[in-house]
């Protein structure tokens, strides 16, 4: 399958940048201050469910899930990594990846919802990008 007919959802192109693009999914980082996130969206159109992509692309997701997870823990020193694909406000199929620590300010809520959002300014979301990236490789 390809890309063809893929755009990323303006709210999640809003409140996210580009990070990078593995070989299923367009990586963004949340432009959330409070939390180490990253969100992880195929390049397959039309999709709302993980069930709906191709056996192979499902299996090539979990992959890249946990590829984002050992990204952000090592990174981040997180004590815990939650996933989730919730996709109620924003269509589109995606999934979150978010370090969390014991003690953050929503801990031990989820992140959804449990506080006001606190946007990066640019100066702290350059130094995240350039942070992630470089453990990127």
């Known amino acids: 399958m390809t890309e063809t007919g893929f755009e990323l959802h303006p709210r999640l192109a809003q409140d996210s940048v580009e990070v990078a693009r593995w070989q299923l999914s367009l990586v963004l980082l949340m432009r959330e201050r409070q939390w180490p996130?990253?969100?992880?969206?195929?390049?397959?159109?039309?999709l709302r469910e993980i069930h709906e992509l191709a056996p192979a692309d499902r299996a090539l997701l979990v992959e890249e899930i946990a590829r984002a997870s050992l990204l952000l823990q090592q990174t981040f020193a997180a004590g815990k990594i939650n996933v989730g694909a919730i996709s109620n406000l924003v269509p589109q199929l995606h999934v979150h990846v978010v370090a969390r620590h014991e003690g953050d300010p929503a801990w031990p809520r989820p992140v959804w919802g449990a506080l006001p959002p606190e946007?990066?300014?640019?100066?702290?979301?350059?130094?995240?990008?350039?942070?992630?990236?470089?453990a990127l490789g």
């Not at 946007?119 to 470089?134: F, G, Q, S, W």
């Open 37 to 46: 996130w990253l969100v992880l969206v195929p390049r397959r159109p039309a």
């Open 119 to 134: 946007p990066m300014d640019e100066e702290a979301l350059a130094a995240r990008l350039t942070v992630i990236r470089a």
